[in-house]
């Protein structure tokens, strides 16, 4: 769910039209409230697919700092 700027061209593309409608697109920011960690990652879930999403959010929702072992702050942005 990192950001990938790498284009694989061999997947097909998600913003296909058919499918364009039914995508939820979210937006997961971590944040350490200690040392100022930030990190930026972004996925697409089908609607269809919602259980997706939530297992990506449940992993996020108890990661630690690598610096300072705090428990990071999870935003997410959503775009429906």
Do not use: H
């Amino acid at each position: 769910m990192e950001i990938d700027y790498n284009k694989d061209s061999s997947r097909p593309s998600v913003d296909s039209s058919e499918t364009k409608g039914s995508l939820i697109k979210v937006r997961a920011i971590i944040s350490c409230p200690t040392c100022g960690y930030i990190k930026k990652f972004r996925n697409q879930f089908p609607r269809e697919q919602l259980e997706l999403m939530t297992v990506a959010v449940k992993v996020f929702d108890w990661m630690v700092c690598s610096k300072c072992g705090e428990i990071l702050n999870l935003n997410l942005e959503f775009n429906i």
